[in-house]
């Protein structure tokens, strides 16, 4: 939320300068993002009077100024084609650096006349587009003043990064208010009369269901003269992006920055009757201000008249009644609704409002009537006219609520002892009602505006973040023993390899969102209504993620959109699905799109498939300390891969990954394209190695090592690993290292058929093996592999 420091002090009576204000919010828990000096190289730039504007004596279109800058005469050559004499406008002196170009201004001669400084067009001092002519300033600019100045451009913006559970905050005053809690300054007391009514509204307000609107405050304010807003109310506006519309919308807009009250205006003249807050109809529809038609779900909170639906409630307004130059008559809005329909509302639509953005964080239920008298009493300065009496609806809801804080709590769970007396001073700054019971503890009622505090915790929290996190003392860990323990648990150890072997094969690690779109969780077998967001960080990211694949898949999108189509990603984070303990597993996943490598003279490229990914997922395994030689792969993997080029690994009953190609209508979906290949690993399915019994060293042979390759015809669709896992077992002792080496189909064979060579390699350690010893292992191999294949050795 952004602010200027001279609005921050229209509610905040202090003399502390910008930086201390800034120290002070961030110890506080308002995260500044940014500092923003819009007068910022517009120091040397000030006002001058135009004494005369002469022809220039050797181009048509240039003029010689006299400009008279307060302190001397200077001869200026202007091109601007309203430089006149008797204008005042901007000056800048040789020596200058013009904001737009960062060009050095100096004195020069321009068709044989001196030209000794610049008056300047807003273009030239980076304000606008505006370069045809040069800045005029009214008459009564004083000579010699700074141009930042007069204009209000040397007032500091603050970036303030507000947290969600923050609401009141998302206004100056709420921001004020934090500060002189802790003694920054003193809180300015707000105006709040009631403006009287002269006549009854003939606009009435009717609610049908306060489950979506509680509280709905209306006034009719007729005769308004609605136009441009004075310079103090659009400068304010412009100076946090936003753009001055008119009077009465521009209010509207300021109330929503500066006291967190979002307001909504009526063209009076334009509704057909009465307003009903309702639950909007199947066919209904709205064109809403920013001009697009939406079609209305029956879930939405519509504020509709005889002739239909006007507005949706918190989010967006309606072109049809919204108000324009011409407006005299006017019906002001002020309501509470429903959080968390209005955030459903707004994603639904996707329509991101600021209003939208402060209902479904929760708006302060006691201050509706006073935001609206403070609306009205704006309208009637500004614009003139008379108020109605107050229209009001429903009712606020029951706001009220007491916690108790014990003494030691703020030393227990925060570490830090503060006096009770001090921690009663402390919530009574932040506006808390505070009572001493019996035995010293505090009996504390929040606030209106603190819908965050909920607790005995969360009154700590305010004491600690109010006197300061800083003041907490650095205490050390005891020590249990003389030994320490192992900083990491073996299962964060486990992580670790993971991320290390995945590194070393050549995949760059990366972190995407915890969350997805629904629409994506679903292809990835998620989307389920607990995992839901309540609250999302953004309309597009509402479903805790079942998968890391979407995030992954996604930065192969973009980086593939960059002109890098081979990429290489893996991530190591936590999955959420119903079907896993705890709802939560810690995954490691990883992608690989486009080819295996760069073009190459000696080797040929090829596309990325899943065998790559298989060995990824393996290596993986392989780190953690899974038997390598016990996992199976299954054809049976989820439905997100693709049939038939993807496969499940496991170690018994437990399912330890699953690899391969991803299907084409995910990726379609996503749409990425293809080839891409993917893994998971499931880290916290893969069981704790078993403590192995103490080995003696192993030795190198100095014995040479035997290879021979035995070739078995087998059915087609007998995995590869059967085949492997019947020759590991036999004479683990002396078997060294066996690998598939070719795998055939086609002439030769029997239909249903194919042929799989295996090397085995065969490492003595006593003695050399004598002829008949390999004869009789080759028979023993040939022998397992059939029995446990149903193949037959290929001759």
């Not at 486990?494 to 292809?523: D, P, Q």
Request: aromatic share 6%.
């Amino acid at each position: 939320m952004k602010m200027t420091l001279a609005w921050l002090k229209e509610h905040l009576e202090t003399d502390a300068p910008a930086s201390a204000i800034v120290d002070r919010l961030i110890m506080l828990g308002h995260d500044v993002e940014g500092v923003e000096n819009r007068a910022g190289g517009l120091e040397p730039f000030t006002v001058a009077s135009v004494i005369s504007a002469e022809s220039h004596p050797n181009a048509d279109r240039l003029r010689v100024c006299i400009v008279d800058t307060g302190t001397a005469q200077v001869q200026v050559v202007c091109g601007a084609p309203n430089a006149r004499s008797g204008m005042k406008g901007v000056f800048a002196p040789a020596g200058t650096v013009i904001p737009r170009t960062g060009a050095l201004l100096k004195e020069t001669v321009i068709r044989g006349v001196a030209s000794r400084g610049m008056l300047c067009s807003a273009y030239e001092l980076g304000l606008g587009d505006d370069h045809e002519g040069i800045v005029e300033l009214p008459e009564e600019a004083p000579i010699g003043a700074l141009y930042a100045s007069l204009v209000g451009l040397d007032d500091t913006i603050l970036d303030i990064k507000v947290t969600p559970n923050r609401a009141d905050c998302l206004g100056v005053r709420g921001i004020a208010r934090d500060l002189a809690a802790t003694g920054l300054g003193q809180l300015k007391p707000l105006e709040t009369t009631a403006v009287m009514g002269r006549f009854c509204s003939p606009i009435s307000v009717h609610i049908e269901n306060q489950s979506a609107c509680p509280l709905f405050l209306g006034r009719h304010i007729r005769h308004v003269r609605n136009g441009p807003s004075p310079d103090w109310l659009r400068r304010r506006l412009e100076a946090i992006g936003l753009r001055p519309i008119s009077m009465l919308v521009d209010i509207t807009n300021f109330l929503t920055f500066d006291l967190n009250r979002p307001l909504h205006v009526f063209d009076a003249d334009r509704l057909s009757g009465g307003l009903t807050v309702r639950f909007a109809r199947p066919g209904e529809t709205l064109v809403a201000l920013n001009g697009q038609e939406y079609a209305l779900d029956p879930e939405m909170t519509a504020i509709a008249d005889p002739a239909g639906v006007q507005s949706l409630g918190g989010v967006v307004g309606g072109e049809a009644t919204g108000c324009t130059e011409a407006t005299s008559e006017v019906f002001v809005e002020a309501a509470l609704f429903d959080p968390v329909r209005t955030a459903a509302t707004g994603r639904m639509l996707n329509i991101a409002s600021d209003a939208r953005y402060r209902f479904e964080r929760g708006l302060d239920p006691a201050f509706v009537e006073d935001g609206l008298e403070i609306a009205t009493r704006l309208i009637l300065d500004l614009g003139g006219g008379e108020a109605s009496e107050i229209v009001t609806a429903g009712a606020a809801p029951d706001w009220r609520r007491r916690y108790v804080l014990r003494a030691e709590r703020p030393a227990t769970l925060g570490g830090l002892h503060v006096p009770h007396k001090e921690s009663a001073g402390i919530l009574t700054a932040l506006g808390c009602a505070v009572e001493t019971l019996a035995g010293g503890d505090l009996s504390v009622e929040p606030p209106s505006w603190r819908g965050d505090i909920v607790g005995e915790a969360d009154l700590v929290e305010e004491v600690l973040r109010i006197k300061g996190y800083d003041r907490i003392p650095a205490v050390p860990l005891e020590r249990e023993g003389a030994l320490s323990r192992p900083a990491l648990r073996p299962a964060q150890r486990r992580a670790e390899l993971v991320r290390r072997t995945l590194a070393a094969r050549g995949l760059t690690e990366a972190v995407t969102f915890s969350f997805v779109a629904e629409r994506e969780a679903e292809l990835f077998g998620g989307a389920k209504p607990e995992l839901r967001l309540v609250n999302p960080i953004s309309a597009d990211l509402d479903v805790m993620r079942p998968s890391s694949l979407p995030g992954l898949v996604a930065a192969i999108r973009r980086n593939a959109d960059r002109g890098f189509p081979d990429v290489a990603l893996f991530e190591l984070g936590p999955a959420y699905r119903d079907d896993t303990p705890g709802g939560q597993a810690l995954v490691a996943a990883g992608v690989r799109s486009g080819q295996t490598g760069p073009k190459h003279w000696r080797t040929r490229a090829r596309e990325v498939d899943l065998y790559d990914v298989k060995a990824d997922a393996l290596a993986a395994l392989a780190a953690m300390g899974a038997p390598a030689d016990n996992i199976q792969v299954t054809t049976d993997p989820p439905s997100w891969y693709h049939p038939g080029l993807s496969g499940t690994l496991r170690l018994g009953p437990r399912v330890l990954g699953a690899f391969g190609e991803l299907h084409p209508a995910v990726l379609e979906a996503l749409d990425a394209r293809p080839p891409i290949a993917g893994f998971e690993v499931f880290l916290d399915a893969v069981p704790e190695p078993r403590a192995a019994r103490a080995k003696p060293p192993l030795k190198l042979s100095v014995l040479q090592p035997i290879e021979r390759d035995f070739a078995f015809v087998v059915d087609r669709e007998l995995p590869v690993e059967t085949l492997l896992r019947a020759a590991r077992s036999v004479d683990k002792q002396l078997v060294a290292e066996i690998r598939l080496f070719d795998v055939y189909e086609g002439a030769g064979l029997p239909e249903g058929k194919k042929s799989l060579a295996i090397t085995v390699v065969l490492q003595p350690q006593e003695r050399t093996l004598t002829d008949a010893e390999i004869e009789g292992f080759s028979k023993r191999l040939i022998t397992e592999i059939e029995k446990a294949t149903g193949g037959q050795l290929r001759g």
